[in-house]
């Protein structure tokens, strides 16, 4: 069964930065695109292929850089220059997504 954990949010001021992680369990990244989504789940704002290809929302392109540790099972998120419109929980999971969401994790942009 596939397992999501992802962790890293938290409150940062406007223009910071934040590291977002996920854990994944079994052969997920070895076998499927990965992405970051948020707004209920419905917003993808960025992709990472098998291959290592990425692809970024508009609205995040030039500011979030999208990663992959395959040794680790571990997508992770770099967010920039953060905006109060950032805000919301923060998902990874496949491209299409399975079902098998995680819990998310919480950013919140505010002074």
């Known amino acids: 069964q596939v397992q999501l954990v992802e962790s890293g949010g938290g409150l940062v001021q406007p223009g910071g930065s934040l590291r977002l992680s996920c854990a994944a369990s079994?052969?997920?990244?070895?076998?499927?695109?990965m992405a970051w989504y948020r707004q209920n789940q419905r917003e993808r704002v960025a992709t990472i292929t098998r291959?290592?290809?990425?692809n970024y929302a508009s609205s995040v392109k030039g500011r979030f850089i999208v990663s992959r540790d395959t040794t680790k099972n571990t997508v992770y998120l770099q967010m920039n220059s953060l905006k109060p419109e950032d805000t919301a929980v923060y998902y990874c999971?496949?491209?299409?997504?399975?079902?098998?969401w995680g819990q998310g994790t919480q950013v919140t942009v505010s002074s």
């Open positions: 999971n496949t491209v299409p997504a399975s079902s098998a």
């Open positions: 079994g052969t997920i990244f070895r076998n499927n695109n």
């Open positions: 291959g290592g290809n990425t």
